[in-house]
């Protein structure tokens, strides 16, 4: 890469290094997962501040240091402060966060999978979308897109969770969240997606376990 770059995409994590610094994983269009260094972003003067929280969808402004790259700039695009608002729609947004941190690698470009994180955090503040069927769409697709998924739904034969797990896998990203389920279809398929989940990335995620927390 190049001693300056510009890319595109979201901030999946922040640490907080030394007194005012952070430490940012950005997942982008061009070069897909990154380590940011953002000098002085915890100050309150500082104008980096906004750009290097976790949700920020953005052009971030590189410039390459001596153990990665370092944060000049960021044109914040959104952000989803409306998510924040709601605890249980923020840990399924953190979990989207949590689990495309985990399945990103540096320098394999991942355009998909940034504009699958926004529509899906944009799906959770539709009203008529649960958060479940939101959680377990953006699940198939990026197994999909992890070449870890199934044509046919592993643990069912109805034809209805047949032709929403395929219109899951085929349709256009930005039709994805368009349509609605009966209960019995959406609790089968939310179980298969599960299931499929767990053979694949047999992994305790930190964000669900807070999520089951709070619906006990």
């Known amino acids: 890469m190049k001693d300056e770059v510009v890319v595109h995409g979201v901030v999946l994590s922040e640490h907080s290094q030394r007194e005012f610094d952070k430490r940012l994983h950005v997942l ?4 897909g997962k ?3 260094w953002a000098s002085g972003a915890k100050r309150p003067s500082s104008p980096l501040m906004a750009g290097s929280r976790s949700f920020v969808f953005g052009t971030f402004s590189l410039k390459k240091g001596k153990s990665g790259y370092n944060l000049q700039s960021v044109k914040v695009d959104a ?3 409306e998510i924040a608002l709601d ?3 923020a840990c399924y947004a953190a979990y989207f966060l949590e689990l495309a941190d985990f399945v990103s690698q540096e320098n394999l470009p991942a355009e998909e999978l940034v504009n699958l994180i926004y529509l899906s955090l944009k799906a959770l503040l539709h009203k008529n979308l649960s958060n479940e069927m939101v959680r377990a769409i953006y699940e198939l697709r990026l197994l999909k897109l ?3 998924y199934t044509e046919k739904p592993p643990r069912s034969e109805k034809n209805s969770v047949l032709e929403t797990w395929n219109y899951v896998l085929t349709s256009p990203l930005n039709k994805l969240y368009t349509f609605t389920l009966e209960e019995g279809t959406l609790l089968d398929f939310c179980g298969n997606v599960e299931w499929l989940l767990r053979e694949s990335f047999p992994v305790q995620f930190h964000s669900l376990r807070i999520l089951k927390s709070l619906k006990q």
């Open 28 to 31: 982008t269009m061009e070069e």
């Open 146 to 148: 992890e070449g870890e």
């Open 87 to 89: 605890l249980e729609k």
């Open 79 to 81: 952000y989803f402060e």
């Open 34 to 36: 990154m380590t940011v």
